[in-house]
């Protein structure tokens, strides 16, 4: 149980160019997901917090016109990386958690972003 | 702010030996205490600890939290190659579940 998907799993893109990044919970809802990025041999950065039928709490520092998130129902988050830069090639991770009343989270495997 | 601080950062042993990675912690509205498991991918799930001096035991892993000093140590016994991977301690507060994740302890197991 507690399965989160992502897709892609990798993607290359042109600079300037618009990628989107879906996370799924499979077997459960998630009324709360987090979208984190992760850099080599660094620990998760948290980027957002996402909330379902409601707007993204962004960390400090993330540009919220830039990375949009849209967390449309309790099974899927996406997160949409708008004219994507070099400097935007990265691990991004998600992760969804079941409930209020805890902080467990299940990651989904990541998505490897690399902007030409 | 919230801040959870990892020791050591890196550590490599040999199998069969024991390890004890260590997570500190300052946090407002504590609520619990987690251990995952990074290897090539995404985080897994390891424990939850909420409650001070109960130990959380799977296979050759365990955990403690002491909520008084404010840490919690993963235990790995008779290591294996396969647990050579990344460790990363978070901390949840009640506000919006979010959780504060420490920089991690590298352990790298040698055959």
């Known amino acids: 149980g507690a399965v989160v998907s992502q897709h892609p799993s990798r993607v290359i893109c042109k600079s300037g160019t618009s990628v989107k990044i879906e996370c799924r919970s499979l077997?459960?809802?998630?009324?709360?997901m987090f979208w984190y990025r992760q850099f080599p041999k660094q620990s998760l950065m948290l980027m957002a917090t996402?909330?379902?039928?409601?707007?993204?709490?962004?960390e400090q520092g993330v540009e919220k016109d830039k990375f949009l998130i849209n967390h449309a129902s309790l099974t899927l988050s996406t997160l949409t990386v708008t004219s994507a830069h070099p400097e935007d090639s990265s691990f991004y991770i998600c992760?969804?958690?079941?409930?209020?009343?805890?902080?467990?989270?299940?990651f989904g495997p990541g998505t490897r972003l690399t902007v030409l | 702010e919230d801040k959870v601080v990892q020791s050591p950062l890196s550590l490599v042993v040999h199998e069969g030996d024991t390890v004890t990675l260590n997570c500190s912690y300052e946090?407002?509205?504590?609520?619990?205490l987690l251990w995952y498991k990074q290897e090539k991918k995404a985080p897994t799930f390891l424990f939850m600890l909420?409650?001070?001096?109960i130990e959380k035991k799977s296979g050759r892993l365990s955990s403690i939290l002491d909520k008084k000093e404010l840490f919690s140590i993963l235990n790995i016994t008779a290591t294996q190659t396969g647990d050579s991977a990344i460790y990363l301690c978070?901390?949840?507060?009640?506000?919006?579940?979010?959780?504060?994740f420490g920089d991690g302890t590298t352990l790298t197991v040698k055959p």
């Open positions: 909420t409650s001070s001096g």
């Open positions: 996402s909330n379902e039928g409601s707007k993204a709490t962004y």
């Open positions: 992760s969804a958690q079941p409930g209020e009343a805890t902080n467990t989270q299940y």
């Open positions: 946090v407002t509205n504590f609520r619990s």
């Open positions: 077997d459960f809802q998630a009324t709360t």
């Open positions: 978070a901390v949840g507060n009640t506000n919006a579940g979010k959780s504060t």
